[in-house]
């Protein structure tokens, strides 16, 4: 199982967007409607931003945003706020066997 | 409140066998699956594989099949992730965590522990 594909690195200045993408393929993004997204601070667990695509855990601000399209689902974050720099990671259920995959990670900059 | 609290720090020699642990509260422990999740130093994460304590049922990433062995103790909550002969190359922080968001037990990585790391270095 391959890992899912994404931009080494985005950057953004305060109060702008900036969107992430995660490309996988029809065994995992494509077939599913179970793309997650989390932030990881240096040091820190991760943690869950996005769920099914496009829900918010209870907590996560509506800056936070996620949408699928075929195999590439995306993370859209407005209004850049400096704690929002940080590693995003998404991940993928890839079926009962393979069960999840993750991207390979993203280093957001808020400059 | 969910919760999963992992065991310390380790380290280890090449060859030396670990078993590091993930103690779960706040959740019917066994209706939920726990995954394990390795994050190399200056790497992503990777998933390695699931457990669900309510018969035991695990899946293991092709990558990390045979490499490692997760289970659990239901009477203690605690799910366990082990090797018998460790590497240099399994220095990495580990993960554990709970699927699914809320009551829901189907869902993603959602609770997260707060990571073990192990060196393994002779």
Redesign the interface.
């Known amino acids: ?1 391959s ?1 899912l594909t994404q931009p080494r690195s985005v950057s953004g200045s305060p109060g702008q967007s900036v969107t992430i993408s995660c490309t996988g393929s029809s065994s995992d993004v494509g077939s599913y409607n ?1 793309v ?1 997204w ?1 932030q ?1 601070h240096p040091g820190k ?4 931003t996005i ?2 695509v496009s ?1 918010r ?1 209870s907590g996560v601000p509506d800056r936070f945003s996620g949408s699928k399209s075929g195999n590439t689902a995306s993370l859209s974050i407005s209004g850049l706020q400096t704690e929002d720099e940080a590693d995003y ?1 998404c ?1 993928s ?1 890839a079926g ?10 993203t280093k957001l900059s808020v400059l | 409140e969910v919760q999963l609290v992992q065991s310390g720090a380790e380290v280890k020699k090449p060859g030396e066998s670990l078993k590091i642990s993930c103690k779960a509260s706040g959740y019917s422990f066994t209706n939920y699956w726990i995954v394990w999740v390795r994050q190399m130093p200056g790497k992503g994460l990777e998933y390695m594989g699931v457990f669900y304590p309510g018969d035991s049922d695990t899946r293991y990433s092709p990558s990390f099949q045979g490499q490692v062995t997760i289970s659990a103790d239901k009477s203690i909550r605690t799910a366990y992730l082990q090797w018998s002969s460790l590497k240099a190359s399994d220095t990495a922080m580990y993960y554990c965590a709970r699927l699914g968001v809320g009551e829901t037990a189907a869902g993603p990585p959602s609770y997260w522990g707060q990571g073990t790391l192990v060196t393994v270095s002779s």
């Open positions: 199982q890992a179970y997650s989390y990881q667990a991760p943690k869950l769920f099914d829900k855990p990671y991940c259920y009962t066997y393979a069960s999840w995959v993750f991207g390979g990670g």
